[in-house]
C-alpha cells in the first residue's frame, strides 16, 4: 500500500525559532501533497496545497511568510514554520496523492510541533 | 456549501454493537467520499470510500450507505470491537478540484468489552 513517513515525529523548539518538517511518499510519485495541522479533538485544517515544482496554494487566513512549503521532488514536501509562537503548537499532518490517482490521500503520521 | 456535517460528535457502543456515524453534505458536486480512522497521536487512515453511483459499499464490518437524494451518507461498523476505538472523519471533495478533501468534525467512538 501507499505509504506516507514525515520527520521527525515530534519537535520541540524554542519561540522564535524555525523548523522544517518533511513529508515524503515512500513507494509512490506524488504530485500533490497536502499540509494540514490540527488541535486536540478537533478536525483537520488544510493548509496548503503544494504541487511538484510550483509554488503552493494556501488555504484562506494562512500566512504563507509564516508556513513555507517546498514540493522540489515528486517524494517531497517540507513545511517550515518560521519565527515560530506558542499558539503555533499543533499536530501536523502531510497527505499525499499518488500520480495517476483520482481521488485516494494518503497520510502521513503527523509531526507533534511544541513551541516554547 | 463547502461543509459536512457529522454526527454525533461521540458515541459509546458495547462490544459486538453496531456503530453508526452520519455525515450530511450541500455541494451536489461532490462526488468522493471517504471515512478516515485516526488513533490518538496518529495520522488518519483511510479506511473506506464511495462514489455516488452506488448506494452502498461493504468492506468487512465497515459499511458505507449514500442516499443521494437526501445529500447523505453513513458509516455502520458492525460487530463493534474495542480495537475500533478512535475518532472517524468523513470527508469530500470534487471530481474537478479533487485534490481537496473538505473533513467533516469528527466522532469520537469508544467501544467498551
Known amino acids: 500500500g501507499a505509504v506516507v513517513s514525515q520527520h521527525p515525529s515530534r519537535v520541540i523548539c524554542k519561540s522564535g525559532t524555525s523548523v522544517k518538517i518533511e513529508c515524503r511518499s515512500l513507494?509512490?510519485?506524488?504530485?500533490?501533497m497536502f499540509w494540514y495541522r490540527q488541535f486536540p479533538k478537533q478536525s483537520l485544517m488544510l493548509m496548503a496545497t503544494?504541487?511538484?515544482?510550483?509554488?503552493?496554494?494556501?488555504e484562506q487566513g494562512v500566512e504563507k511568510d509564516k508556513f513555507l512549503i517546498n514540493h522540489a521532488s515528486l517524494t517531497l514536501s517540507t513545511l517550515t514554520v518560521t519565527s515560530a509562537h506558542p499558539e503555533d503548537s499543533s499536530f501536523y499532518i502531510c497527505?499525499?496523492?499518488?500520480?495517476?490517482?483520482?481521488?485516494?490521500?494518503?497520510f502521513g503520521p503527523g509531526t507533534r510541533l511544541t513551541v516554547t | 456549501q463547502q461543509q459536512v456535517k457529522q454526527s454525533p460528535q461521540s458515541l459509546i457502543v458495547q462490544k459486538g454493537g453496531i456503530s453508526i456515524i452520519n455525515c450530511a453534505y450541500e455541494?451536489?458536486?461532490?462526488?468522493?467520499f471517504p471515512w478516515y480512522q485516526q488513533f490518538p497521536g496518529k495520522g488518519p487512515a483511510l479506511l473506506i470510500a464511495?462514489?455516488?453511483?452506488?448506494s452502498e459499499k461493504k468492506e468487512g464490518r465497515f459499511t458505507i450507505s449514500f442516499n443521494k437524494s437526501a445529500k447523505q451518507f453513513s458509516l455502520h461498523i458492525m460487530d463493534s470491537q474495542p480495537g475500533d476505538s478512535a475518532t472517524y472523519f468523513c470527508?469530500?471533495?470534487?471530481?474537478?478540484?479533487?485534490?481537496?478533501?473538505?473533513f467533516g468534525t469528527g466522532t469520537r467512538l469508544q467501544v467498551f468489552p
Open positions: 497527505s499525499a496523492k499518488e500520480q495517476r490517482a483520482l481521488y485516494e490521500q494518503y
Open positions: 513507494d509512490f510519485q506524488a504530485t500533490t
Open positions: 503544494s504541487n511538484e515544482g510550483s509554488k503552493a496554494t494556501y
Open positions: 455541494n451536489t458536486a461532490f462526488d468522493y
Open positions: 464511495i462514489r455516488p453511483d452506488v
Open positions: 470527508a469530500a471533495s470534487r471530481s474537478y478540484n479533487t485534490d481537496k478533501l473538505i
